[in-house]
């Protein structure tokens, strides 16, 4: 799941008490060495009670994994890249093809971590006097990693939430001309949107896209009532120069939702005043219109704002691995089911009880696990899928979901021609399974296709019992979805013992050191889970039809996919 932690480098360490004879610090003594060391860290301590092999298989692939001798999988460092080498090998001891760049079983991501450089000067010109704005009093600056040197200028027009919302016939933009000028966009959502369409929609970024479709050159983003209430503008300021990442192009060019009217900063309430000063619109009749839910003020801001931010860029390099089974139908074989799981995790951090390494187990070895798996069953049955599947293990998934982001974007199969996304994020497997989530399901026919896989198991599938958690856009599939490709997530779910051993994890677990081969797995459900997946994939790989949206959904109507219209 989506997260990040401090990193902090520390010696190799084991779970049994004692050290591995090397530190893996930026410079290694020898390959052989490290062979060593990593089978030190990798094997029990001791004999352990034998399992079925179809449990025993995935346990492996996750002792390997959440093994201390990974270091925590950071997206971007020598361990991630030794976990892909793990997982292309074992793909091809499951007999799938290499489908990486030039016939390799990886896929370059070009990393980018970005921040502001610096705290500029904003100023506001009204009635031929400049009124500057004052940096951590007024307003904070973005970084804008496409532009590093970034400044505008312009007339300002606020457009309320800015949202363009057609199921619900909101168009925040309507009679507005915003054509070369500076938006000015309220943070947050009416009150009556809520849901995954809410979790899309609040996002600064994606509000930013219907800016640039309507010609604005930059959008500045105004502290609502809402938002002050979970976080002041005052307690942000100290973090305003904190990293966040994404990835560069082929063309080394980073990418950004909406590189054209990018989120250049964020005022605060005092910073807000100011800007709507002398304005027919009142501030106050902005809030009180959030407040109770009535029409909001739309129109032109008097005066012209200028504005600039200065953006570090830096690049790192990862990579996702990419495996195929090929289709056996000429008619589909061209398309392709994505089974994906992400194989990062968050590295090294803050030690806990002694323990600086982030495993991963459940978060999500144990998602790679099952995508191995679910690769040599589906290779083994000697009964090829008619469209071909790609099996695909995504890096930086904890720094954004920017390894399927990439992929989704840059696919190495033709454009287009993806035709669904299976994903399996962090399936929280130490209990008897009674149900499935899928996340995303009621939107496309692959809920329903892995729900019927689901019974074959006696599972059900249950709505997300914790919406307000909105794990739909904390994903990688979200990704998927953002392509117009119908995509989920296959969560465990709340039945019987779940809610309880759900929220154990969660609170005690999750980003912890503690995520490790340790926890108390329960591996009949693990293996119960990779036949839903397994039989899943093959069901929605054979049918008849191409993977469609619901007719009408909103994420398919809003990125255009196959069957929305």
């Known amino acids: 799941m989506r997260g990040a932690a401090a990193l902090v480098r520390s010696p190799l360490k084991c779970r049994t008490g004692h050290r591995a004879p090397i530190d893996t610090g930026p410079i290694l003594s020898g390959k052989g060495i490290l062979v060593l060391a990593l089978l030190a860290c990798a094997l029990p301590a001791q004999a352990q009670t034998a399992l079925p092999a179809d449990q025993a298989a995935i346990?492996?692939?996750?002792?390997?994994?959440?093994?201390?001798?990974?270091?925590?999988?950071?997206?971007?460092?020598?361990?991630?890249d030794r976990a892909a080498e793990y997982v292309a090998a074992k793909m091809l001891a499951a007999g799938l093809r290499p489908a990486g760049e030039n016939g390799s079983w990886f896929q370059p991501v070009r990393l980018t971590r970005y921040q502001p450089a610096d705290k500029p000067r904003w100023t506001l010109t009204r009635g031929g006097s400049a009124i500057p704005l004052q940096f951590g009093i007024d307003f904070i600056n973005g970084a804008i990693p496409a532009t590093p040197a970034f400044a505008a200028q312009g007339g300002i027009v606020f457009a309320g939430y800015g949202l363009v919302y057609p199921a619900e016939q909101i168009d925040d933009y309507r009679g507005l001309d915003v054509k070369g000028k500076i938006v000015a966009i309220l943070g947050g959502l009416p009150a009556d949107i809520t849901g995954d369409v809410a979790a899309h929609l609040a996002d600064d970024d994606q509000k930013a896209r219907f800016a640039e479709a309507r010609g604005a050159k930059a959008v500045i983003v105004l502290e609502s009532a809402e938002r002050r209430a979970e976080m002041p503008f005052e307690s942000i300021v100290p973090f305003w120069n904190y990293p966040r990442w994404g990835w560069a192009g082929p063309d080394g060019r980073p990418n950004m939702i909406a590189p054209g009217a990018p989120v250049v900063g964020y005022l605060g309430q005092t910073g807000a005043e100011k800007l709507f000063a002398g304005s027919a619109i009142r501030w106050r009749d902005v809030l009180a219109a959030e407040r109770h839910g009535t029409p909001m003020?739309?129109?032109?801001?008097?005066?012209?704002?200028?504005?600039?931010?200065?953006?570090?860029?830096?690049v790192r390099q990862s990579r996702n691995v990419v495996g195929l089974l090929p289709g056996s139908d000429p008619a589909l074989a061209s398309q392709y089911v994505v089974l994906s799981a992400h194989l990062d995790?968050?590295?090294?951090?803050?030690?806990?009880?002694?323990?600086?390494?982030?495993?991963?187990?459940?978060?999500?070895?144990?998602?790679?696990?099952?995508?191995?798996?679910?690769?040599r069953a589906l290779q083994a049955s000697g009964k090829r899928p008619r469209r071909s599947i790609l099996f695909?293990?995504?890096?930086?998934?904890?720094?954004?979901?920017?390894?399927?982001?990439?992929?989704?974007?840059?696919?190495?199969?033709?454009?287009?021609?993806?035709?669904?996304?299976?994903?399996?994020d962090m399936p929280i497997l130490t209990y008897k399974l009674e149900d499935l989530v899928i996340l995303g399901g009621e939107r496309s026919s692959l809920g329903p296709a892995l729900t019927a896989a689901a019974a074959t198991e006696g599972l059900k599938t249950v709505p997300d019992p914790e919406p307000e958690e909105m794990f739909f856009v904390r994903?990688?599939?979200?990704?998927?979805?953002?392509?117009?490709?119908?995509?989920?997530?296959v969560d465990t779910g709340p039945g019987g013992e779940g809610l309880a051993a759900q929220r154990l994890f969660l609170d005690n677990h999750y980003h912890k050191p503690s995520d490790d081969i340790s926890l108390p797995f329960h591996w009949d459900s693990a293996a119960r889970y990779l036949r839903v997946i397994t039989a899943g994939a093959r069901s929605i790989a054979d049918a008849p039809e191409r993977p469609r949206w619901n007719k009408g959904d909103f994420f398919g109507v809003q990125f255009k996919g196959y069957g929305a219209e």
């Open 392 to 424: 695909v293990a995504l890096t930086a998934e904890e720094k954004g979901l920017i390894g399927s982001d990439y992929f989704a974007h840059h696919p190495t199969v033709p454009q287009g021609s993806l035709a669904a996304n299976i994903n399996l």
């Open 345 to 375: 995790h968050v590295g090294v951090g803050q030690s806990v009880h002694g323990d600086s390494i982030y495993n991963g187990a459940m978060d999500n070895a144990v998602g790679v696990a099952m995508v191995l798996e679910a690769a």
């Open 59 to 80: 346990k492996a692939h996750v002792q390997f994994l959440a093994s201390d001798a990974l270091r925590g999988r950071e997206a971007g460092t020598p361990d991630h």
């Open 475 to 489: 994903s990688d599939h979200y990704s998927f979805v953002q392509s117009g490709i119908p995509a989920v997530s």
């Open 297 to 314: 003020p739309h129109g032109a801001l008097p005066g012209t704002l200028a504005v600039s931010s200065r953006t570090n860029v830096s």
